[in-house]
């Protein structure tokens, strides 16, 4: 079992930056690929980011490519999503998940923290 949990999230004007962590308990970390979704209200949850378990491939949606970067550190079992050039449509709740299967873009993980808010203003 991997218990996840989101922080980071909060209001922020267009154009500004925002990190998102994610704390990972449970199993360690390593042994999972990682990966940050989000929703938006009357959306469906979509991928944002996903990283391997060794750090050394990413995964980027279109969306957010450029401006987005995670990354990992297994020895503090966290994970992050670095956010720039942040736009109003970016503004839903983030969730980071976890997998043990090598698929990133889909949403079949196993395991998902409780979401943080992020709202960018115009």
């Known amino acids: 079992q991997v218990q996840l949990v989101e922080s980071g999230g909060g209001l922020v004007q267009a154009g500004g930056s925002l990190r998102l962590s994610c704390a990972a308990s449970?199993?360690?970390?390593?042994?999972?690929?990682m990966g940050w979704f989000r929703q938006a209200p009357g959306k469906e949850r979509e991928f944002v980011a996903a990283?391997?378990?060794?750090?050394?491939?990413?995964y980027y949606a279109d969306s957010v490519k450029g401006r987005f970067t995670i990354s990992r550190d297994n020895a503090k079992n966290m994970v992050y999503l670095q956010m720039n050039s942040l736009k109003p449509e970016d503004t839903a709740v983030y969730y980071c998940?976890?997998?043990?299967?090598?698929?990133?873009?889909?949403?079949?993980?196993?395991?998902w923290g409780q979401g943080t808010q992020v709202t960018v203003s115009s």
């Open positions: 990283i391997s378990r060794s750090g050394l491939s990413r």
């Open positions: 998940a976890a997998r043990i299967g090598d698929s990133y873009y889909d949403r079949g993980y196993d395991y």
């Open positions: 449970g199993h360690t970390s390593s042994r999972h690929n």
